[in-house]
């Protein structure tokens, strides 16, 4: 008997192998296990946030999302996080550019699993949420405040909130009311004046808005999706079935996306990113001619005073592995941005660092045509598509929709 | 008696043999449905290119993960297995069918004795085949070693 077994199985396996011949076009073992590496089952638990103490701490989740609505952390009381990052929207406007005060030179990024990035901003200039939240609060196209104002609007309106996180607001009532390093020049001359003292407790009050804002934003998760109950099936070895089988332009658009396309090589892994960045020969706008992305970031980011390695990071200097360890060639990131998730893309025109691509077309279009970056190298080659092969990465490119009106 | 005695012999030689016969059809039966081995990643070897070191290297991360930041221990000798302790080690790399280098910037960042280093900052940002290059500097002479990774 046991003797027969290897012929039983050897049968058995003639008959399997014939049967998926019928079939035009079985899912190979390499596709399979590409599909399942992009199911939202694969994602990590949410990393730890060393540079912030406060990072999952409830009650500086829920004092960050009230800052977050709050317009009152602007310089004209009008503007809000959630101007520009509107949580019905995925967190972001739909403009080429973001709108705060006036308009800025970049694409508002959605949210969903901003906790998982790397580096924030296009050209990664921030190493940590709580760093990059603190940008746009004194940039002057955006809330357009200064760090002492903030200080005291918390001491004025949040001081319950903020003390039962952060412990005691320091003493303000002898402070400039708009002081800042970085703002005009009143707001910078006023920041002369303050003692280093002085400005040390204003800087770390702006720092822990910054923190309750980045615990708030790690709650921020990609949900399911389509395409995640199909990969599920195909990760499971089971056949999809109800909305989670997909039509044949569907398949053929993800075929695509994992093999000639390319597309996996940066949108890789459960966030369809590998947070890294890449010059992929966007053009630019008029005004982004001297747009270096992460050629410049590089440098911004050790600059930063809320680095992770810096006075008001939380973290021992051997936890800021993403900055001791950064990639500083500054010349293979000429133009260079980071890889954008793909979860729910299709909803979210316009594309690319600052909105020039106006439709999904247009941005495969790009991919076709490869052309060459207007400085530092693309690393794009052109793939070319057929009107169907088009049409069906869109169909695949939508099953990544996000689904719920409050799903981010 | 002793032909008997032979005859019970043989038996229990053909009973061997078709025991031995129906051992092989199992395993062969197990290795055909069987997944195939997971490749041996916990440690990698080579030899640099002109014979001076004898370099391996390790890492928890198992198997060697793509997009998370992890590290690596080196372990570096001389042909004949004496650990090289005092090396000046470089750790460069990519993926020679894109084009592109690694994402991070390695480096050693602690000697760990006994020619072990620990290497920090390892990342691969896709899948795919990635050349690791480790520079070794020491007493030997400068010499450079090649990993292959396939992930």
Known sequence: ?408 | MPPQRANGNSRIMLAGLGLLVAAIAVYAAFQLFSPPPSEVDVAYNTVSGEGFYQVMFETEAQPVPVNETHEWVLTVTTPDGAPVTDAEISIDGGMPDHGHGLPTEPRTTENLGEGRYRVEGMRFNMGGHWEIRIGIDAEPGLDEAVFNLDL
């Open chain 1, 1 to 408: 008997m046991p003797v027969a077994r290897p012929f039983l199985a050897i049968g058995a396996l003639a008959g399997f192998l014939a049967l998926s011949a019928c079939d035009p076009a079985p899912l190979s073992a390499d596709e399979k296990a590409k599909i399942a590496s992009l199911v939202i089952d694969e994602l990590a638990a949410l990393p730890a946030a060393p540079a912030n103490l406060y990072a999952d701490n409830p009650q500086a989740v829920a004092f960050g999302k009230l800052l977050f609505f709050d317009q009152g952390l602007s310089g004209d009381g009008h503007i809000s996080c959630a101007t520009c990052h509107m949580p019905d929207r995925q967190f972001q406007d739909g403009l080429p550019r973001g709108v705060g005060v006036a308009q800025t030179d970049r694409r508002t990024m959605p949210l969903a699993g901003v906790g998982w990035n790397v580096w924030q901003f296009w050209d990664g200039r921030r190493d940590s949420l709580w760093a990059q939240a603190l940008v746009p609060l004194e940039d002057r196209r955006e809330h357009a405040g200064n760090r002492t104002a903030y200080a005291h609007f918390i001491s004025a309106n949040h001081s319950k909130a903020y003390e039962a996180v952060f412990g005691p607001l320091p003493e303000l009532e002898r402070m400039p009311s708009d002081a800042s390093p970085l703002g005009g020049a009143a707001e910078r001359a006023a920041w002369t004046t303050m003692s280093v003292a002085e400005r040390d407790a204003v800087n770390r009050v702006f720092a822990n808005i910054g923190k309750a804002i980045a615990a708030f934003e790690r709650t921020l998760e990609p949900g399911e999706t389509r395409f995640d109950r199909f990969a599920r099936a195909i990760a499971a070895g089971e056949a999809p079935t109800g909305d989670a089988a997909f039509s044949d332009l569907e398949l053929e658009g993800l075929r695509l996306f994992i093999g000639k396309a390319n597309c996996l090589e940066c949108h890789n892994g459960p966030r369809f990113t590998d947070d890294h960045f890449h010059n992929t020969g966007v053009p630019p706008m008029a005004a982004d001619e001297l747009d270096r992305g992460r050629a410049v970031g590089i440098g911004e980011v050790l600059a930063d005073p809320f680095n992770c390695l810096e006075t008001y990071s939380d973290a021992q200097p051997g936890a800021c592995t993403a900055l001791r360890f950064m990639k500083r060639d500054t010349a293979v990131m000429e133009r260079a941005y980071k890889t954008p998730s793909l979860r729910g893309v299709a909803q979210r025109s316009p594309y690319m660092h600052a909105g020039q691509i106006a439709s999904l077309d247009d941005v495969i279009d790009h991919y076709s045509t490869a052309p060459d970056a207007v400085a530092g190298q693309s690393e794009i080659r052109g793939v070319i598509f057929t009107d169907r092969g088009r049409k069906a990465l869109i169909a695949f490119l939508k099953t990544l929709d996000a689904e719920g009106p409050n799903d981010p």
